[in-house]
């Protein structure tokens, strides 16, 4: 990366070792860091915290309105297929369904 460059997290945590995180900063490897998760939730890395090229979100990177609501559309969906007897469309384990 460049020496300029911002690194961003919202997908999952770990994704990025926060210790090496950390010296990537501390040592102008690169510019700064958004997170909005982290390695070891709800932990965060205590020098994270003191950095002044860090910004911290509180996992909130899905609070939208248009997130929210697609997400409760998506339980919405999933309660009135399994009402209707069908295999509800976001079933991440339709084994144990008929269980």
Do not use: Y
Request: net charge positive; proline share 6%; aromatic share 2%.
């Amino acid at each position: 990366m460049k020496k300029s460059a911002f690194i961003i997290n919202t997908a999952r945590g770990p994704i990025i070792d926060e210790a090496a995180l950390v010296r990537a900063l501390k040592g102008r490897k690169i510019a700064g860091a958004g997170l909005d998760v982290f390695e070891h939730e709800p932990k965060v890395h205590a020098e994270l915290k003191r950095l002044k090229n860090v910004i911290l979100n509180p996992h909130l990177g899905s609070a939208t309105r248009d997130v929210r609501e697609e997400m409760a559309n998506v339980v919405v969906d999933n309660i009135e297929a399994l009402l209707g007897g069908r295999m509800p469309p976001n079933c991440v384990n339709p084994q144990v369904l008929g269980k």
